[in-house]
């Protein structure tokens, strides 16, 4: 593989490394015969963001697919993943590298297995960056960006407006579509007292505008650190972002594209919203120790295993609770969806990552799959009709037709991670994003569990 | 701009007795070596050098020449002591560091010998500051025995593009490797870091380098936790002088202006580092 960047592509090529190192820990270098591109997806698989860079944006493109093809026989490139670290210390200051390179060059030395830049800069300095990477399988995420009902399109700059209004320890924000107005909120959660924190709203047009298709009313909730971080490129590079989305629980996707010589999408988890939308809306596996929807299912999940009845009260009370409160569905629910995930994973965490959890024989199959049977009353949909009575895996099932449901699982990318031993990300998803990638995952779970837990796989076979 | 005190009446007791309309030409000297605690300070009548050490290893020393002071006069052949660099530093600035053109800070500096304080008196814009820093006991200073007639490898650059390179240092690897020869790549800092390896390669034609004397290929290696603090002089420096002599020992000279065009050096010097490995690159 060889590519050369001119200088004038520099600063976006510099900026998407920046934008990319905003999201994920690591990036994954494809060389593709339609581009190289660049990829990363958050820790906690809820943002993922992918740049195509044509062979057109270079000055000299060789994706080196026939060296290998020569050499062993592989139909693909090689791929690799850097460490967001390293990438920066070749693109650290932006102002410098626009001042003073004339030209990059990207190379990969199979010898020494080291990706290697090499900046040309002026007064005939070289500055050479020999980048340590790891041989990985690609990364994709499935996603369509074509068949959403909504779509805005606006210049960076008038998202940049709007993001600016927002606190910079705001976590996530709420996008609120209707044919009359565009309205950004700031995303509040339940605790602490939601009357006690500042609310902020700015409402657009749609003429503001460059495109504004309305198919559905809806309010869809993502992460602002990946916004901004997408903004920020957006902004430099001076080019609209479109905003595909459908509704709460479904991914948006951000796309940012310049003619012909690169392309950029970003995927984003969206909240489920506990009200309006139980289906789908419960994230289970919470492993962010901030929620505390997670304080309860740790809690459940110690007491567990040992105790079964508690165990089974506690799914009753949980059950309860839902019925109950609903507007607590959420945090009540989900701890005993939450224990099915995590007593089954924890165990088998390092051979079979959590998708495989289900499928995989361990000390706890038992009552797993009494909690199954469990819940396979309450999750019914067709059985008792009740929405809200969902739980987190079916629903995505369910709502999702047959291609829909991959939409954005990043399956071959835990494939990667299965084969290279890695535990899941340390640091896991936010709580509630990972609805995004979870119905993925859990279809794959059910799918698992058919070929080799059947007592799981009931209610799945049901469904489907 | 004068200062307001009374000249003569009452300072005939101090050894030495320096004045100068613009205290930032001597603070600015001062920031470039300041990468310890504590400095000390040698008077002739040649000026003052004052010099600071870190490790036993580097030693950093700034030249204020007598020509830079308006008024220098020392009444001994040789004066020596040591002073806590970053206080003196602060009393330097204490109006500020911002400057409003024309506006200078006027220095009065006094020293009455041996245990006693150095005086400051500073002036901007009618204000007046006493200061008195406590002086120490010096200690021995490092000599690192430097010949010009043992200089192997000589280049002098624009300090401008070798700014940009230290700034950038990797610093996640223990040393910065100096590569300096007669053939390509002539001039080449390396880093070896947790994430790779990276190569700075200035050619000897580059219109930065000024003069390239490299008689024989040599690679030394220093500990970049001592060399960083060198950045400092740089980002002041003009032109910058790059050194090597037969056991290694690295000279880094910087040439420095102040605001009224005078020209002034720092220099440091860093001994090698003994540990011959290959890198491992």
Do not use: W
Not at chain 1, 396 to 405: A, C, E, F, S
Not at chain 1, 431 to 459: E, H, I, N, W, Y
Not at chain 2, 7 to 24: F, I, P, Q
Not at chain 2, 195 to 213: L, R
């Amino acid at each position: 593989m060889k590519c050369v960047i001119p200088g004038v592509n520099i600063k976006v090529f510099g900026r998407a490394i920046h934008s990319l190192s905003k999201i994920g820990e690591e990036i994954y270098f494809e060389p593709q015969e339609d581009g190289l591109s660049l990829k990363t997806v958050n820790s906690s698989r809820s943002a993922y963001s992918c740049f195509l860079f044509a062979p057109s944006f270079f000055q000299d493109y060789d994706d080196g697919s026939g060296q290998i093809d020569s050499q062993d026989g592989e139909d693909n490139g090689l791929r690799c993943k850097i460490t967001v670290k390293s990438c920066l210390t070749v693109f650290r200051s932006m102002s410098t590298i626009e001042k003073t390179v004339e030209r990059c060059k990207i190379t990969l030395n199979m010898d020494d297995s080291r990706l290697v830049f090499m900046l040309y800069c002026k007064h005939g300095i070289v500055k050479t960056h020999n980048l340590a990477f790891i041989e990985c399988e690609t990364l994709q995420a499935v996603f369509s960006k074509d068949l959403t009902p909504n779509v805005l399109t606006a210049p960076a700059r008038l998202l940049c407006d709007v993001v600016m209004n927002f606190q910079t320890n705001q976590e996530e924000v709420s996008l609120i579509l209707s044919p009359e107005k565009v309205s950004f909120k700031n995303y509040i959660e339940d605790e602490p007292d939601p009357n006690k924190v500042m609310h902020t709203e700015l409402c657009l047009q749609p003429e503001e505008f460059d495109n504004c298709q309305v198919g559905v009313d809806t309010e869809v909730t993502f992460c602002l650190k990946e916004l901004r971080a997408i903004l920020a490129f957006a902004e430099v590079v001076g080019l609209p972002v479109s905003l595909h989305f459908e509704t709460a629980g479904r991914p948006i996707v951000l796309s940012i594209s310049s003619d012909a010589s690169f392309e950029a999408n970003f995927v984003l988890a969206t909240l489920a919203d506990a009200q309006t939308q139980t289906s789908g809306s419960q994230h289970p596996r919470s492993q962010l120790p901030s929620s505390s929807r997670y304080d309860m299912a740790s809690a459940t999940e110690i007491s567990g295993p040992t105790t079964t009845q508690e165990e089974e009260d506690m799914l009753d009370d949980d059950m309860d609770d839902e019925m109950l409160g609903h507007d607590e569905t959420m945090p009540s629910y989900t701890p005993s969806l939450q224990l099915d995930d995590l007593t089954a994973t924890a165990p088998i965490r390092k051979p079979a990552p959590s998708r495989n959890r289900q499928g995989s024989p361990q000390p706890s199959t038992s009552r797993l799959s009494e909690q199954t049977e469990r819940q396979t009353p309450t999750i019914p949909h067709r059985t008792t009709g009740g929405e809200q009575f969902a739980s987190p895996v079916i629903p995505n099932q369910n709502t999702n037709t047959k291609p829909m449901r991959i939409d954005v699982s990043l399956l071959e990318e835990d494939d990667d991670d299965e084969e290279e031993e890695e535990a899941v990300p340390g640091t896991p998803p936010s709580k509630k994003f990972r609805s995004m990638f979870f119905g993925s995952q859990a279809s794959t779970c059910t799918q698992l569990s058919q070929s080799v837990a059947p007592v799981l796989a009931c209610d799945t076979d049901d469904e489907d | 701009m004068a200062l307001s005190t009374q000249e003569g009446s009452g300072d005939s007791h101090y050894v030495l007795n320096v004045r100068l309309d613009n205290a930032k030409n001597v603070s600015n000297l001062l920031k470039a070596i300041h990468f310890k605690e504590t400095a000390t300070v040698f008077a002739s009548s040649m000026g003052l050098k004052v010099t600071v050490e870190d490790a036993k290893c580097i030693q950093a020393n700034a030249f204020i020449q007598e020509g830079v002071f308006h008024e220098f006069t020392i009444k001994e052949e040789q004066l020596t002591f040591k002073i806590n660099l970053t206080v003196l530093l602060e009393c330097l600035t204490i109006f500020g560091s911002t400057s409003f053109p024309g506006v200078t800070t006027s220095l009065k500096m006094c020293y009455a010998g041996y245990g006693c304080p150095l005086v400051l008196i500073l002036e901007e814009d009618g204000v007046l500051t006493d200061c008195n820093i406590k002086t120490l006991e010096a200690d021995e200073v490092l000599d690192f025995n430097f010949c010009s007639s043992n200089v192997v490898n000589k280049i002098i650059m624009k300090s401008e593009c070798l700014k940009e390179a230290f700034n950038e240092l990797d610093m996640s690897s223990d040393i910065l490797e100096i590569l300096m020869s007669p053939d390509a790549p002539y001039f080449r800092l390396s880093t070896f870091g947790n994430s790779g390896s990276t190569h700075s390669d200035f050619p000897k034609d580059s219109d930065m380098v000024e003069s390239f004397q490299c008689s024989q290929t040599q690679t030394n290696r220093y500990k970049i936790s001592l060399l960083k603090p060198s950045v400092k002089a740089l980002g002041h420096s003009t032109r910058v002088s790059i050194r090597t002599d037969n056991r290694g020992f690295l000279s880094l000279q910087y040439m420095i202006k102040n605001e009224d065009g005078q020209i002034c050096f720092v220099e440091y010097y860093c001994v090698p580092d003994e540990d011959l490995d290959e890198p491992d690159h």
